[in-house]
């Protein structure tokens, strides 16, 4: 059994190298800020790169919501006693708390080499909406809404989020999204691409670990390896890309498992993978 990290605002299950992390501030509505979550969605993502018993990775909302980003209130006192808190101090304080805060977020997920399916469960608001947008795959709930809405607060997406949702959607749908603030609802989230499908409440977790479970079951390097493959077709030129390709499948095709997935294919049965 992997080592699983301590865990103060979130919880893990792990089971057939399938993992899934829970926000469990339901008071809070799972929000980034006034929690540990922060910290504990950044460990839980490098311990699942470190970790040989995970290939895949689900994050979902205990409660209400999925996440509600920031902390509203915490964003009323800025003085004082409160200066100390994630939205107080100097221009120059707060540029240091986004970057030794919450941007930990998307360059954690964007290292991430097993794959991701956000679980949204309820609202995912403001970083919540950036945080499922991080992941590789969004499905979600009829009650599953999304809000990229920091312009309603006279901010903007101090989280990257500006970054991932126009590489998403597209800049012309990301840019209405962004400067309306307006909210998104699960069947038109669908239409948009930020959700792949919209699946009954109670049904959802199931679904998610189905699809999991379908990218667990196939061999762990190479799962990884095309994790991590499509992200680097997204910044690099094609001549660059096809030279690491050729030597990233040299690679695999030297591995046990490809051996073993050859043979089962030829056999017409289930593999058995080792990562080898």
Known sequence: MAN?????????????RVAILTLDRDDLRNALTGTALIDDIVDTVEWAN???????????????????GGNIKEMQFRDGDHREGPFGGTA???????????????LALHRAEIPIIAAINGPAIGAGCDLACMCDIRIGSERATFGETFVNLGIIPGDGGAW??????GYQRAAEMTLTGRLVHAEEAVQLGLMMEQIPAE???SRALTLASQMAAKPPQALRMGKRLMKQAQRQELPDFLELCAAWQGMLHNTDDHVEA???FVERREGVYRGK
Not at 50 to 64: A, H, Q
């Open 4 to 16: 699983i990290p301590y865990l103060q605002d979130a919880h893990i299950d792990l089971e057939n």
């Open 50 to 68: 470190r970790s040989v018993d995970v290939s895949v990775l689900i994050i979902t909302g205990n409660g209400k919501a999925f996440c509600a």
């Open 92 to 106: 120059l304080e707060l540029e240091r708390k986004y970057r030794e805060g919450i941007q930990r977020i998307p």
């Open 164 to 169: 991932f949702l126009q590489r998403l959607i």
């Open 203 to 205: 049904q959802l977790m």
């Open 262 to 264: 050859v043979n089962a």
